[in-house]
């Protein structure tokens, strides 16, 4: 099975809601979920590019289908209208095949 990455570009406009709302509800359902945090810091170092976000996540799941359940489940939904209201974010997946480049 391939592992999922789920990566997070955030700006938090309301760290209130944000920090104390959103984040302490979302930890127990990753766990449910049976994701692991890769990265959580809002200390990136730009080094090309734009740098337009100031918090950075990467969460890992066991596969695609999993990370999918975790964001498309009812549970989420109802958390992540905390997360609608304090920041915005890109989200996106990249599955962990092994290529040469």
Do not use: W
Request: one cysteine or more.
């Amino acid at each position: 099975m391939t592992k999922c990455y789920m990566v997070a570009e955030i700006i938090v406009s309301d760290s209130e809601t944000f920090y104390s709302g959103y984040m302490p509800r979302v930890k127990p359902l990753l766990k449910l979920f049976e994701a692991s945090v890769v990265i959580a810091t809002n200390e990136v170092v730009r080094l090309e590019g734009e740098l337009s976000f100031s918090r950075f996540l990467v969460l890992e799941f066991s596969s695609r289908d999993k990370a999918m359940e975790f964001y498309e489940s009812p549970e989420y939904k109802e958390i992540a209208v905390l997360r609608f209201k304090s920041a915005t974010t890109n989200l996106f997946l990249a599955d962990a095949h092994k290529h040469s480049f």
